[in-house]
């Protein structure tokens, strides 16, 4: 079973950047597509961003499509989410996750879910 752990989140001030890692152990994650979604307060889970096993393929939330970009490193075993031009919107809690299901959009779909890592955005 693989754990996750998310890292890299902080108080960053509106059209900052930030870049999280997601750091995995116990198992391998290339074979994984792999997500990131955030949760603000008192709202739902929401999709962020999702990379294949090859990162031949990657996918965004239309809110972050154009300044975040999701990537990772199979050798290291970790996925990063670099985010740029950050909007007090974007604060969150922001999660990584291995996708076992349809559809990617949806946290359900998602199996092992790391601790997350705060990002606050200030105006």
């Known amino acids: 079973q693989v754990q996750l752990v998310e890292s890299g989140g902080g108080l960053v001030q509106a059209g900052g950047s930030l870049r999280l890692s997601c750091t995995a152990s116990?198992?391998?994650?290339?074979?994984?597509?792999m997500g990131w979604f955030r949760q603000a307060p008192g709202k739902s889970r929401e999709f962020v961003a999702i990379i294949n096993p090859s990162a031949s393929y990657t996918n965004y939330a239309n809110s972050v499509k154009g300044r975040f970009t999701v990537s990772r490193d199979n050798s290291k075993n970790m996925v990063y989410l670099q985010m740029n031009s950050l909007k007090p919107e974007d604060t969150a809690v922001y999660y990584c996750?291995?996708?076992?299901?349809?559809?990617?959009?949806?946290?359900?779909?998602?199996?092992?879910w790391g601790q997350g890592t705060q990002v606050t955005v200030s105006s």
């Open positions: 996750a291995t996708r076992l299901g349809s559809p990617p959009e949806d946290a359900r779909s998602y199996d092992q």
């Open positions: 116990g198992s391998t994650i290339s074979y994984f597509d």
